[in-house]
Every structure is written in structure tokens, then in C-alpha cells.
């Protein structure tokens, strides 16, 4: 008969359970991803535009626009954090240098698709998700279908009710231009915002609309031609036959629980949105002064709240 003494036993439980605790530690290891561009194929063949740089926790990098691509933000805002964070940029279908549908499926169902079988072609069990104004409605569709792959949520001048954000720019938009040169009040609401938004071009005060400096809005149109763009989604958006895109997701923050970076700009007049907006139980608020863009107006201030934020998160 074998006989193992008290003390021996302990020995060789505790051997045991730090191999098993190797082992999970193991099997839990974000990979590192490797630096650089490449383009993913999605289960109905749309080819995606990826972009990976830095080091650290991802962050996979949610446009606006809709239709902008994530070019801009990559180099006025994301390249900031590359030091802590290995951020993921991606370019949505039909939008900055990723391809079109051949099914023009842009649904929102479909975006959060795209996400998803992003993360799991490159093999992360999860992920902070960052999402910049339009971009807030798709970050925040895709934590309710998936809140056990999104370590954290970073929404920076998010829109969460596109009417609401539409409304908004309207109102503001109307605001800068000069009496004579405003839409009848009576005209349908798309039309009469394509007026403002095109009297506000010829009166050279579109830049205003989301920038507090006019330098702001030369150097991000200039990022923003830098690379070639598709604007089929945001074609699609503005046709108004894209209807989740006219939903309010306001109500749905109410219930997720991860934890969430909030960054408002103190007179940003385009998300249609206060902070009492945003509902998500866990919340952190950052309010920054400028308006659209805190991450290009506010930049030092953006990256130490995103930064301190993330490196509070579990590990």
C-alpha cells in the first residue's frame, strides 16, 4: 500500500493547483497582435479595412461620420495613446478604405456583425471599445449584443439618438448664419438641413459647426482627404432607409454594466446630448472645453482621462 505523509500530500496539491492556475492564466492571455495594416474578408465577403498600432490593452477604434473612416482620428487623437493602448482601428464597411456591400447590407445588425468577426479573427477574448459621435449608436449596438467581449467602453462626443444629434446641428447650424441666408422653417427637416449645411460651406462657416478654431477644422479636413474614402454608407445612412440608424440607444445604456469613459465637450452642439444622457451604471463623465472634437482641441487633457481610465480597469 502506498502512504504519503501529511505534509507530502500538501506538496504535491499545491503543485497541482499552481499548474492549473498556469495554465488559466495561459489560456486568458490577450495574444499581441502584430503592427500594421491588413484587410480582413467578413462571412459576406466585404472586404475591411484594419489598421493595428501600438501596445498594451485593445481598443478597437469606432468612426463617425457616418461613413468618415478612422484615418483622421488615428493620427490627430489615436496615435496619442498607441503607448498604453494597442489600438485597433477600423474602417466600417462602405465607408474610408474599405469596401462596399455588394448586398448594400449596412444594417446595424450587420455593423456589430463586422465587429464581432473582427475580434475573432484576430483572436482577442475582449476588448475596450472607443467609439468617436456616429460611431456611439454602433459601439453601443454592439456592447448590448456582445457585453462579454467589451472590457470597457470609451465614448468621446458620442451620439446615441441621431434625431436628437440631427436636431441639434440644425438648430446650431441655423444659429451661425446670417437672416438672410436661412431655410423657411416650414421646409421638411433633411431639407432643410442639407440648406444649412451647404449655406454654411458658401458662408465659410462650416468649420464652426464642430470646431472652436477654424485652424482645428483645416487640420481635420486635412487628415481626412489624406487617405481615399467610400462614401457609399454614408449614402445609405442620409438615404433614410437605414431606420435603426434613426433610433434612440439612449435608453438601452441603462443597462449595461461595464465600465464607461463618458468625454463631453462643454459646447458641442452636435450629439444632441447631455451627460445625464448617457445612463450606463458605471459611468465615469469627463467634461472638456471645446465642442466636436475633444480628442484634436483638448488632446493632452483627452489622453490623461482615457489613459488614468483605462489603467483602473480589472485586469
Not at 477574448?125 to 467589451?150: C, D, E, L, N
Request: charged share 15%; net charge positive; hydrophobic share 40%.
Amino acid at each position: 500500500m502506498l502512504r504519503f505523509s501529511t505534509s507530502a500530500f500538501r506538496a504535491h496539491l499545491l503543485a497541482l493547483l499552481l499548474l492549473l492556475l498556469a495554465g488559466t492564466a495561459r489560456a486568458q492571455q490577450q495574444p499581441m497582435l502584430a503592427a500594421g495594416s491588413r484587410t480582413i474578408l467578413t462571412s459576406d465577403s466585404v472586404k475591411l479595412f484594419v489598421q493595428v498600432a501600438g501596445q498594451g490593452t485593445p481598443c478597437l477604434f469606432v468612426h463617425g461620420g457616418p461613413g468618415a473612416g478612422s484615418y483622421s482620428f488615428e493620427k490627430l487623437g489615436g496615435s496619442r495613446l498607441e503607448d498604453k493602448l494597442q489600438m485597433v482601428y477600423l474602417d466600417q464597411r462602405g465607408s474610408g478604405r474599405s469596401g462596399s456591400s455588394r448586398t448594400n447590407n449596412y444594417s446595424m445588425a450587420r455593423m456589430v456583425q463586422d465587429m464581432e468577426e473582427l475580434r475573432q479573427q484576430l483572436g482577442l477574448q475582449k476588448w475596450v471599445v472607443m467609439a468617436h459621435s456616429f460611431g456611439g449608436t454602433i459601439a453601443t449596438a454592439y456592447a448590448q449584443k456582445y457585453p462579454q467581449r467589451v472590457q470597457a467602453l470609451v465614448l468621446t462626443n458620442a451620439v446615441l439618438n441621431p434625431v436628437a444629434s440631427l436636431d441639434s446641428m440644425l438648430t446650431y447650424g441655423t444659429s451661425l448664419l446670417p437672416a438672410t441666408a436661412r431655410p423657411t422653417p416650414s421646409l421638411p427637416q433633411m431639407q432643410r438641413f442639407g440648406m444649412v449645411m451647404g449655406a454654411l460651406q458658401q458662408q465659410k462657416l462650416a468649420g464652426q459647426l464642430q470646431f472652436s478654431h477654424d485652424s482645428l477644422a483645416v487640420r481635420a479636413m486635412r487628415a481626412s482627404r489624406a487617405v481615399p474614402g467610400n462614401p457609399e454608407f454614408a449614402q445609405q445612412v442620409f438615404s433614410g432607409r437605414l431606420v435603426d440608424y434613426g433610433q434612440d440607444y439612449a435608453p438601452a445604456t441603462a443597462k449595461l454594466t461595464m465600465p464607461t469613459l463618458v468625454i463631453v465637450g462643454q459646447d458641442d452642439r452636435t450629439t444632441g446630448a447631455t451627460a445625464a444622457t448617457y445612463r450606463f451604471p458605471r459611468k465615469q463623465v469627463v467634461t472638456l472645453p471645446g465642442k466636436h472634437n475633444s480628442f484634436l482641441e483638448q488632446p493632452a487633457q483627452f489622453r490623461q482621462a482615457v489613459v488614468s481610465f483605462v489603467q483602473q480597469l480589472p485586469r
